[in-house]
């Protein structure tokens, strides 16, 4: 039987199964912890650094941590909440994000976080990178452009022979996602669903597949990103 | 290449976590990982090409096109454009034809250039195929060109003036110099190799374990973590297989200590393994070196080799049944941030050199998930002279939090660069004293990842509890430009050396530069130094130590040398936007005109 563990969240007294994600935790409890490269179900990574949360004081990212008797949280002070918004912004000015012009907009979920961080104009200086948009592959394409590196394609999407599809490359501020020509071969339909489905961004799109949904009539429209846990 | 490629991977019993050996052994064969090379390791392996990849191109050595016959890589560190790198580096592009980034038309040389290859103590120097070219000079740049199209071999391009000591040894043959100014007791005295393993064969571990606690032995690799207690928890964690590694991958800038002490002393290193070994429990122990030392190679396996006859590793070791300890190197393919542990560790394992999170700490999961002791060159030469010597005398030396020596790397502006063993609690002025060193206008203390300081604070000690460093001083006369020539230089190196993980450190070290161009190039504004000060908390929330320390360089300029950006800020028509360069902003559009 699973036991369960006492702790807190913002002076709040909490109540979760001894090791679980400190993200899911708070959510049961009530308390949104924005995060970004984290995905339910597949490893976490830390790094995004926006679920950064203070345990026992010191700063750690939730999606990595496990909750234990006692532990006490804190997940919005004034500094990690500014250290949010100005991650959010640095992505933006990182990458080529036009918004109006993509498959994602309206369930983006960097576009949603910056809405519900008030994000106007980034205060960083923008890279412009020159990046690629591949469309090499059957059923994928692929805009460098907007992707963010969360690498959750990386360690969630595997074919068949559970096999991984997506692989970083390269090092620092010049990382790529590339597609393995083998191993994506001959996924299906479901799977280039999966994978456009769990990138955060516009990064990973389906061929031959797009504006099902209005825009207006999307994920994030309908439901502020986070809301349904918290306002 | 199929041959070859299969040789290879059956070496290493098609073991995948053995990639990084994979890689380096197959470069070697066929001078470049290309990407049908990249397929067939993949094929052979069982595990998908895009996996190969993302090892191959995370390391500044692995090439994926032929990079010449003879392959130069010239040092571009702070220190080595100090010694006059520039005119190296025209001379060997004149005299190959070609630029740095590119191999020449005939294929036989390439040049490029790389970080720190830890030898400032003698730059400006270069790697041509994996062996070290030191002090160059315009002249001798373009002998050495004539050479390789002459068909010199590379023995007869380095000539016979080895450098001093070890360096001379037949397995060794370098012209590297060791530069040992001051030697202390812990790591450059003369010592009989075996006689602490004998003594240790008499003590329980946990007796090991308390007389290095007793000393207070902290780790020398730059964090200052308790030895002994690290050692514990390693001894306390459950599990049969534990391992203990030496991180020999010294990358920080400014440092070649290991590089010193690895050439010196072999033996002592790899006794503080072993006794490491038989305090944890562990009986694989993995030495990790940089790419960059690899001209090493033969002599430490020898030296290995001598040990494992003299049954100072190997099996019953010193004569104690049931202890077992045996030592291989592990070498890495240029990356600054393998020397962080965890990164450390996950390069071992043939992967990326990406930080782990953490908890859990390596002790508790490390290589291969098995509890892992993770410690500098230096610390376990101390740990060897503990155990010699006692946890008494040891105190003895140093100051009340730091005790011990200190093995300082010392380069720069200054007559004596070299190797300083010093107890902790010197000064920076004593330093300079000894180093012959004049006109400083700033010191950097613990390589880019530490701090700049100016003359006001040169009477601090070197010490956990004042200046605490990984061990290199870099000494900045008063000629240089400390904005261009230092701070914008070791943030290059942050950007091209971050893993790419983090957001924060990924993006905005190269934000940061942007910004510290502008200030160089007079369009900077007091915002702009106000906001590269701001930067410096969202840094502190990266994962590991290079994103949480790369814009250390910045930010203690800025504390330290203020009246150097302040002098340098825009000040003309303060109604306009000083960021804003127009000539920069119409650049594309003038060459589009002068093209039409
Ligand atoms: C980016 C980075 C680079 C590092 N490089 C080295 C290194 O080259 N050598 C080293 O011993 N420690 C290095 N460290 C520190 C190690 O993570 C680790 O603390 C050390 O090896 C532990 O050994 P010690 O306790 O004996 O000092 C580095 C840390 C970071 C964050
Ligand atoms: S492609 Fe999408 S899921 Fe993959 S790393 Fe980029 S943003 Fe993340
Ligand atoms: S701080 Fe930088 S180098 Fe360290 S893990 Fe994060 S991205 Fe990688």
């Known amino acids: 039987m699973a036991s369960f563990v006492k702790f807190t969240i913002n002076g709040k007294t909490c109540l979760a199964e001894e090791g679980a994600q400190l993200v899911e935790a708070a959510k049961e409890n009530g308390i949104y912890i924005p995060t970004l490269c984290n995905y339910p179900g597949i490893p976490p990574k830390g790094s995004c650094r926006i679920c950064t949360v203070l345990v026992n004081g010191i700063g750690q990212t939730a999606c990595t941590t496990k909750v234990v008797e006692g532990m006490t949280v804190q997940t919005s002070t004034p500094e990690l909440e500014e250290f949010r918004k100005s991650v959010i912004e640095i992505l933006f000015a990182e990458g080529n994000h036009l ?33 690629d948009v ?47 020509p083998e191993t994506s071969r001959d996924i299906s339909d479901a799977l280039a669903q999966e994978a456009m489905d769990m990138c955060p961004v516009g990064a990973i799109l389906r061929k031959e597949k797009g504006f099902d949904v209005p825009i207006g009539k999307r994920k994030f429209d309908r439901q502020p990103i986070g809301s349904d846990i918290q306002a | 290449m199929d041959k070859i490629v299969t040789a290879v991977i059956k070496k290493y019993g098609g073991d995948e976590t053995r990639l990084m050996d994979i890689l380096i052994d197959i470069q070697d064969e066929l001078g470049c990982l290309s990407h049908e090379t990249t397929a067939h390791i993949a094929k052979a392996l069982g595990i998908p090409q895009v996996d190969v990849e993302q090892t191959i191109s995370f390391y500044h050595f692995f090439a994926r096109e032929p990079r010449g016959k003879f392959t130069v890589y010239l040092n571009d560190s702070v220190v080595a454009e100090f010694c006059g790198r520039a005119a190296v580096q025209a001379a060997f592009e004149a005299a190959a034809g070609c630029q740095f980034g590119a191999v020449s038309r005939d294929g036989v040389i390439g040049l490029f250039h790389t970080a720190c290859i830890g030898m400032s103590d003698q730059e400006p120097a270069a790697l041509i195929n994996g062996q070290v070219f030191t002090k160059l000079t315009p002249a001798r740049a373009q002998e050495l060109v004539a050479g390789m199209r002459a068909g010199q071999t590379l023995e007869e391009l380095k000539g016979k003036k080895y450098g001093d000591g070890e360096n001379a040894n037949p397995r060794v043959r370098a012209l590297v110099e060791n530069h040992i100014r001051r030697r202390g007791v812990m790591v450059f005295d003369a010592y009989q190799p075996g006689a602490a393993l004998r003594k240790v064969v008499t003590m329980s571990s946990g007796e090991i374990i308390a007389m290095v606690k007793a000393a207070s032995v902290r780790g020398r690799g730059g964090a200052g973590f308790p030895t002994g207690m690290k050692w ?9 297989v534990k391992y203990i590694f030496c991180n020999a991958d010294e990358g920080e800038p400014g440092t070649f200590k290991d590089r010193v002490i690895l050439t010196e002393h072999p033996q002592l290193v790899f006794e503080g393994m072993a006794i490491a070994g038989y305090a944890v429990g562990a009986r694989h122990g993995i030495l990790y070196v940089r790419n960059e030392y690899r001209y090493l190679r033969a002599y430490l396996e020898h030296v290995l080799a001598e040990m494992r006859e003299k049954t100072l590793l190997g099996a019953i070791i010193a004569g104690k049944a049931g202890f077992h300890f045996d030592i291989k190197l592990q ?15 996950e390069s071992a394992e043939g992967k990326r050199g990406e930080p782990r999170d953490r908890p859990p700490f390596p002790v508790e999961k490390g290589y291969l998930q098995k509890p892992t002791v993770v410690n500098n060159v230096e610390t376990l030469c101390s740990v060897v002279k503990v155990l010699l010597h006692g946890a008494e005398w040891y105190n003895r030396l140093g100051t009340e939090e730091s005790k011990g020596t200190k093995v300082l790397s010392v380069s720069g502006d200054c007559e004596r660069p070299g190797i300083y063993e010093v107890a902790w609690g010197f000064s920076v002025n004593d330093i300079l004293k000894m180093a012959g060193a004049h006109a400083t206008q700033a010191v950097q203390v613990g390589g880019p990842s530490g701090s700049c300081i100016g003359p006001a604070e040169f009477g601090r000690v070197l010490a956990y509890e004042d200046l605490a460093t990984g061990g290199s001083l870099i000494i900045i006369g008063q000629q240089r430009d400390l904005l261009k020539d230092v701070v914008l230089n070791f943030t290059k190196f942050f950007r091209d050396e971050s893993c790419g993980s983090c957001v924060p450190c990924r993006a905005l ?49 800025i504390r330290n040398f203020r009246p150097l950006y302040d002098a340098r800020l825009y000040k003309g028509d303060e109604r306009f936007e000083p960021g804003f360069d127009l000539a920069a902003a119409v650049k594309d559009y003038e060459a589009a005109v002068a093209s039409a």
């Open chain 1, 134 to 180: 591949e469309a090499w592959h059957p059923k994928l394409v692929k805009d460098h452009n907007r992707c963010i590196q969360c690498k959750r394609c990386i360690r969630g999407i595997r074919n068949g022979k559970g096999q991984a599809l997506f692989a970083f490359g390269k090092r620092g501020d010049k990382v790529v996602i590339n597609i393995d």
């Open chain 2, 331 to 345: 070498f890495g393919a240029g990356a600054y941030v393998c020397g962080e542990e965890s990164a450390l560790i």
């Open chain 2, 509 to 557: 070290t190269g934000m940061a530069q942007i910004v510290v161009e502008r200030i160089i190039a007079g369009h900077g504004s007091a915002q702009d130094v106000a906001n590269l000060q701001a930067w410096a908390a969202i840094r502190k929330r990266n994962r590991c130590g290079l994103g949480q320390t790369a814009l250390n360089p910045i930010v203690t300029t």
């Open chain 1, 99 to 131: 918004c109006p012009s993509c498959e994602k907009s309206g369930s983006c979920e960097l576009q949603a976080l910056a809405y519900r961080y008030r994000v106007t104009v980034p205060h960083f200086p923008y890279l412009f990178p020159k990046r």
């Open chain 2, 232 to 240: 514990e928890f390693a001894r306390k964690a459950p599990g049969d």
